[in-house]
């Protein structure tokens, strides 16, 4: 059993899957009239570096739709790694809650959160990866299409954490992965030789394109994020000067297999990388995809926490 929720590519193929079942099970059971306590008297600190709706809100309704609390630590609070080192912040943490929750810039700051605390992290985002985001998007996908296996998913845009961990996702669980980005925006070459070694094994088919429109045929999910993440404003402006063919718009969707499905992590930048109409058209997944985060982080914090 693993104590952490790093990266992706650090489960099999069949523990994502039982996360997967377990997240199914759990909203069935939400919507069905509540989720069992199962994690009363369990608390999970959440550090934030970066803001977020999403990943806030998602951690602490699972945590209390569960019977736990959870614990909002912001940026002035701790100061990761400046104003206390990461190693006391981890070992200070495990003696008042139960759990790690942290979305930081570095990536090396989560891994060393894993290494000096006795119980379990969350990577709810890194600079390197979101995994968290990338279990939402299975989840979303797996009930769209019933499987993962043979489905084909194009990402539209910078190859940025997103695009890494649905990748990886996609590697794993044998589903096809195309992206389309401008040269100089691609993926870690690390990222990909990784994935690459994890898609022979699964059957997956990985294909790398700089053409949008070559990339999205054939298309059962079109993927796009924003053009520039946080911590790039600095490059907004040349971004906004290079990525408009790679906007995701109602030809692109039509491009796409007839019944595809559109998704996009938030927050969206409207008529940058997607248009209001796709946004709001009937291909869109954006909302479900969104309300998903709470449902495969429950199963996060539940499979962590639960004996912890």
């Given at each position: ?28 059971e939400y919507q069905e ?12 600190a959440m550090i934030f ?12 309704m699972a945590m209390r ?244």
């Open positions: 059993m693993h104590k952490d929720f790093l990266d992706i590519v650090d489960y099999s193929q069949d523990e994502l899957q039982e996360l997967l079942n377990l997240a199914v099970k759990l909203k069935q009239g509540g989720n069992e306590p199962v994690l009363k008297g369990k608390v999970l570096q970066k803001p977020s709706l999403r990943t806030r809100v998602s951690f602490d739709h569960l019977g736990g609390d959870a614990l909002y630590l912001s940026p002035a609070e701790i100061g990761l790694g400046t104003r206390e080192s990461v190693a006391d912040v981890a070992r200070v943490l495990e003696g008042y809650v139960q759990g790690i929750m942290a979305r930081v810039f570095a990536h090396q700051h989560v891994l060393e959160l894993a290494h000096w605390a006795k119980i379990p992290v969350i990577n709810g985002l890194s600079d390197a990866s979101h995994p968290c985001q990338a279990l939402a998007d299975a989840l979303t996908i797996y009930e769209n299409y019933g499987r993962l296996k043979g489905i084909n998913i194009t990402y539209v845009g910078d190859g940025n954490n997103v695009a890494v961990s649905l990748m990886e996702i996609s590697a794993k669980m044998g589903a096809n992965f195309s992206i389309a980005n401008p040269e100089h925006y691609d993926m870690p070459a690390a990222a990909v030789e990784v994935a690459r070694e994890i898609a022979r094994g699964s059957g997956s088919r990985l294909s790398f394109f700089r053409d949008p429109h070559e990339a999205v045929k054939h298309a059962d999910v079109i993927y796009t994020d924003t053009w520039t993440s946080m911590g790039q404003e600095d490059e907004a402006a040349e971004r906004e000067r290079v990525f408009p063919p790679y906007r995701v718009n109602d030809q692109l969707v039509s491009e796409g297999n007839p019944d595809d499905i559109v998704m996009h992590c938030l927050p969206a930048h409207r008529n940058q990388e997607l248009t209001d109409s796709v946004a709001d058209g009937s291909h869109s997944r954006i909302f479900p995809q969104a309300h998903n985060r709470l449902h495969a982080q429950k199963a996060i914090v539940y499979t962590l926490l639960k004996g912890a």
